[in-house]
């Protein structure tokens, strides 16, 4: 099978690509490099299997040429990250939402069957009592006004999207509801807390905690992830669904920085700082969000399988590696 997977050259997209051509499959990749990095695929430069086109999912004529090209659609390009979406709102929620849209129209012309990364983002502060969410699960949205939220409406806004496509006209479609997923080749600049930590207890650099750390969060390791995108594209009773990709452990970010700290031998301090210092006045977070992931365990028996351990030293070794 031959896939285009956009977005590629991203953390996700990139150990996809990796895993699709592992297996045996060829992969398209269309990337613009704005958060995604070359160097993710450079092992895979001159691979026959392997092909990188750079360039935008809002340049709707070369989305219809790629997706024609190829068998089957992967779609990971967004505009990702806490600070990318408050630094740049309009961008950002123009990628996410005329981008997708782009590509469900060039798949459904086609009939090429898709699948879409959305995000828990789009439960915005639902399930901060610690009772896991499922696919069901009512959303809890601050103002549109708020550049914050514009990521969970713009996701939310794709699933819809998606799943008309899919029942008005018969597309393909498979959905799946990341969860905080974290590993190699992640970057921290963007917001994301684990490589975060990691990079700064590997520097000595004091670990900053946003908030009073009371909040948490439950990580998934992107080698788990991955092989449960593998396992649902080749599942037909995933078509028309969406699923929660994540871990159910769940961890306080004040425990997580104690966690990296103790795991690496660090010396760095850990510093709290107020949120509005770091995100701006008015900034609103979720406390708590826990997956429930028995849907998918029941449909392709998937569950992930490596802990924080196994997290946090896969990214340290990575960073060591790239530094
Ligand atoms: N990492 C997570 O924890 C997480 C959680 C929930 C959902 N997701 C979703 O998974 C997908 C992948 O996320 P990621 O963490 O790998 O982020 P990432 O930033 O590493 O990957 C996104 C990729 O999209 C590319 N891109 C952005 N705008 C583009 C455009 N206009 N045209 C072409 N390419 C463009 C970027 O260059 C980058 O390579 C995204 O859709 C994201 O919303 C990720």
Known sequence: MKYLVTGGAGFIGSHVCDSLVARGDSVVVLDNLSTGLSHNLDHMVGNPAFDFISGSILDTGLVNRVVESVDHVLHFAAAVGVFTIVDKPLESLTTNLRGTENILEAASVHIKPVLIASSSEIYGTAGANGKPLNEESDRVVGSPLKSRWSYSEAKAIDESLAIFYH?????????????????????????????????????????????????????????????????????????????????????????????????????????????????????????????????????????????????????????????
């Not at 018969?170 to 990341?178: A, N, T």
């Not at 452990?249 to 709290?272: N, P, Q, R, W, Y």
């Open 167 to 323: 029942h008005e006209k018969g597309l393909p479609v498979r959905l799946v509801r990341f969860f905080n997923t974290v590993g190699p080749r992640q970057v921290g600049s963007y917001g994301m807390v684990v490589p975060r930590f990691v990079e700064a207890a590997l520097s000595g650099a004091p670990l900053a905690v946003y908030g009073t750390g009371d909040q948490s969060r439950c990580f998934c390791h992107v080698a788990d992830a991955v092989e449960a995108v593998l396992e649902l594209i080749d599942s037909e009773s995933a078509i028309g669904q969406v699923f929660h990709v994540g871990n159910d452990f769940d961890i306080t970010i004040g425990d997580l920085a104690k966690k990296v700290v103790h795991a690496l031998s660090s010396k760095s301090l850990i510093e709290m700082i107020p949120y509005e210092d770091a995100y701006g006045s008015g900034f609103e977070d979720m406390q708590r969000r826990v997956p429930d992931i028995s849907k998918i365990k029941s449909v392709i028996g998937w569950a992930p399988s490596r802990n924080l351990d196994v997290i946090i030293s896969d990214i340290a070794e990575s960073l060591r590696h790239t530094h």
